[in-house]
């Protein structure tokens, strides 16, 4: 099969559909083109499958690391074959930004999104860097980002269940609202969704740094969650209280109707268990514990260089005497 005709059996992207979107709340087509469009001038489709790594706070610091015990030879075999993937990589990474920058230009353009949940991404960056500054700064044992929590198959599948509930399934219920004038769906399922792409565009731009410390790296998913746990409980006020359905409905409609209703009560169901019983119990005093062990080993390192060189200095002022 040619590669034209394997392009034209391809369903749209979500992203040109957001761009749709974008104009008709008033943002310029060149723009969104800009940054919808990779280098070759198509459209990128490596970012959804990215997108299932930054959920629940388990793509934060993952990159791999050397065990104690390996051999030299074999942890520099790893750093080369890092170094000439690196390009790659950071290429990909860059498509991924600038496509949720595109969610985000839309949603904030689109006045559906309150002030306050506007400048909540301002005000955790800045908390974020306050703390990496003085409270938990890098300690600067490696350009690499420490891995925080390793899960097994079975989490890996809660994550992607995680990941269809929370971003795809509420993107496909905001496009359908758009798709069919439901305003109110929009306008209730839209500000969870600007949050999520913010949530995963730091944690995609912190997790390449070895500015941010584990236990900072470990409160962005925290702070973000917590936030939207009140975002959907306004989406379930939305959908189950202010939203009424007609008493001739049709079934298509009353279908849509409960599909609403049902994704905003399976949302605020995971992210709360998500918060509760992994990212607090679990993720974040695994971040705290490696940071400060690396902590004390750093110090016990600094105290052991600092013997030595007290038993040096009387012999090397002995030999000076003779």
């Known amino acids: 099969m040619s590669e034209a005709s394997r392009n034209t059996q391809r369903p749209r992207p979500i992203i040109m559909v957001l761009i749709e979107i974008g104009e008709c709340y008033g ?30 706070g388990v793509s934060l610091a993952v990159a791999p690391r050397s065990e104690p015990d390996q051999p030299a030879d074999t942890a520099a075999v790893q750093r ?4 000439a993937s690196l390009g790659g990589v950071m290429g990909s990474l860059r498509v991924i930004e600038l496509q949720l920058v595109a969610f985000i230009m839309v949603f904030s353009a689109s006045g559906l999104v309150p002030l306050l949940d506007l400048i909540f991404p301002a005000f955790a960056s800045a908390y974020l860097l306050v703390l990496s500054r003085f409270a938990f700064p890098s300690l600067g044992k490696t350009n690499e980002s420490p891995e925080i929590f390793q899960g097994s198959r079975l989490f890996r599948f809660y ?35 600007f949050l999520l792409s913010f949530q995963i565009l730091t944690e995609n731009i912190i997790s390449g740094l070895s500015l941010f410390s584990p236990p900072v790296r470990a409160l962005v998913p925290l702070l973000y969650t917590v936030r939207r746990v009140f975002v959907v409980i306004d989406w379930m006020k939305d959908v189950w209280v202010n939203k009424t359905l007609p008493a001739n409905a049709e079934f298509k409609d009353v279908g849509w109707y409960w599909f609403g209703r049902g994704l905003a009560v399976a949302n605020l169901a995971y992210f709360a268990v998500n918060l509760f019983c992994f990212l607090i119990p679990r993720f974040l005093p695994r971040a705290f514990e490696i940071y400060f062990m690396e902590r004390d080993e750093m110090h016990a390192k600094m105290a052991e260089d600092k013997r030595s060189a007290a038993l040096n200095n009387p012999q090397t002022s002995d030999k000076k005497a003779d």
């Open 27 to 56: 943002i310029g087509q060149k723009l969104a083109n800009s940054i919808a469009l990779d280098k070759n001038g198509r459209t990128s489709w490596h970012w959804q499958k990215q997108i299932y790594r930054k959920m629940s």
């Open 80 to 83: 080369r074959q890092q170094e």
């Open 159 to 193: 994550v992607i269940v995680g990941t269809s509930v929370g971003l795809f399934l509420p993107l496909a219920y905001v496009l359908g609202g758009f798709a069919r004038g439901d305003d109110h769906a929009v306008r209730s399922a839209t500000p969870h969704l």
